[in-house]
């Protein structure tokens, strides 16, 4: 019953007032969005994912202060096609290897023109140690050479170093 009739009385006054409503809601309104003179927007994925004061950001300084800087690397992923059962294939076999260095081949090979010039990968990738691209494959495994898959083992050398 109370309640009721603080309702009313506050509706009542509402209605009577509506400028000072309107001119107060809207000096609420702009007070408010103050806040967004300071709104940073964070797209470094480092600082979204990981803690200040975590065991990563340690080790990402370490790592960015001794070596070299992070750079975000892109991956193709390959997986097998799962049966009528649901069950995958092993994705190391022969072919697939093999299948690999082919992509990998033609990967190295892509080039596009730039203001004229050919570009290629090499001249676009990180190259932290030296002259050689900083690539993480299974075919490291073979020293990125087609030729020293038999010599090391083939897949047998693959599913050892896993």
């Known amino acids: 019953m109370v309640l009721m009739f603080v309702l009313r009385r506050y509706g009542t006054w509402v209605a009577r007032h509506p400028t000072i409503i309107l001119c107060s809601s809207l000096a609420i309104v702009l007070v408010l969005c103050l806040g967004l003179f300071r709104l940073k927007v964070e797209t470094r994925l480092e600082k979204l994912w ?4 975590s065991k990563a ?3 990402k300084q370490f790592f960015d202060s001794h070596l070299a800087p992070f750079y975000r690397i892109e991956q193709i992923v390959l997986a097998t096609i799962p049966d009528a059962n649901g069950i995958s294939a092993s994705i190391v076999t022969e072919n697939n290897i093999k299948l690999l260095f082919e992509i990998q081949k033609k990967v190295d090979g892509i080039c596009a023109n730039f203001s004229g010039s050919m570009i290629s990968l090499t001249n676009i990738c990180m190259k932290p140690i030296g002259q050689d691209c ?3 494959s299974v075919l490291q495994y073979f ?5 020293n898959y038999d010599n090391y083992g083939g897949v047998q050398h693959v599913e050892y170093c896993f």
Do not use: I, N
């Open 143 to 147: 020293k990125m050479d087609l030729r």
């Open 134 to 136: 900083a690539t993480q």
């Open 50 to 53: 990981v803690g200040p004061g």
């Open 57 to 59: 950001a340690e080790e």
